[in-house]
T-cell receptor, first 113, second 117 residues
Framework: QQNVQQSPESLIVPEGARTSLNCTFS?????YFWWYRQHSGKAPKALM?????GEKEEGRFTIHLNKASLHFSLHIRDSQPSDSALYLC?????????????FGAGTRLAVCP | GALVYQYPRRTICKSGTSMRMECQAV??????VAWYRQSPQKTFELIAL?????????EQNFTQEKFPISHPNLSFSSMTVLNAYLEDRGLYLC?????????????FGSGTRLTVL
């Protein structure tokens, strides 16, 4: 049974700061890793994904994955008030016929202008 | 683009009654649909995975008897919460997979928020 944990639970940062969100997982055979973002009252929306060890950058956002340490993270450069949302990490294990995504409970980020 | 609509957006029901929620995929073929519950305790739990023409797979702590799901075609799925009680409160989210988009991305609706009195 995959166990996905996120830290911190909540975070307040000033505009322009660099923000780091963490996610750990328990299944060492996990294959795919996502970050979703959910603005208040809106649907969770896929932000970025990574499938192999290392880093991936898209604009102000960078994902870092370390499968050996069962950890991946999301880094936001030059945080903006519009980045304020609930950030959910999701992991897919090496399952059989079911494409099962297991989510963490989320990190609530507030970026203050 | 790929959109997922859920309705109703929110519902209030009396303890012990049942309510049905629906999920509509627009602009893509949803070969599989995952139902999740985001609870007041801040967990994000998978209830079940439904794939057209395959058996619905329920997660531990969730049963077909309590959360029957229908997935009759590639654009529609519905789930009922039977005999709802306080512990069933939460935001029920439908995530549909667009296999055409690759990378197995799930597109979510905005959810149905269930309040139980």
């Amino acid at each position: 049974q995959q166990n996905v944990q996120q830290s911190p639970e909540s975070l307040i940062v000033p505009e322009g700061a660099r923000t780091s969100l963490n996610c750990t997982f328990s299944d060492s055979a996990s294959q795919y890793f996502w970050w979703y973002r959910q603005h208040s009252g809106k649907a969770p929306k896929a932000l970025m994904s990574i499938f192999s060890n290392g880093e991936k950058e898209e604009g102000r956002f960078t994902i870092h994955l370390n499968k050996a340490s069962l950890h991946f993270s999301l880094h936001i450069r030059d945080s903006q008030p519009s980045d304020s949302a609930l950030y959910l990490c999701a992991v897919r294990g090496l399952s059989g016929s079911f494409n099962k995504l297991t989510f963490g409970a989320g990190t609530r980020l507030a970026v203050c202008p | 683009g790929a959109l997922v609509y859920q309705y109703p957006r929110r519902t209030i029901c009396k303890s012990g009654t049942s309510m049905r929620m629906e999920c509509q995929a627009v602009g893509f073929q949803a070969t599989s649909v995952a139902w999740y519950r985001q609870s007041p305790q801040k967990t994000f739990e998978l209830i079940a995975l439904s794939t057209v023409n395959s058996a619905i797979k329920y997660e531990q702590n969730f049963t077909q008897e309590k959360f029957p799901i229908s997935h009759p075609n590639l654009s529609f799925s519905s789930m009922t919460v039977l005999n709802a009680y306080l512990e069933d409160r939460g935001l029920y989210l439908c995530g549909a997979r667009d296999v055409g988009a690759g990378a197995e991305t799930l597109y979510f609706g905005s959810g149905t928020r269930l309040t139980v009195l």
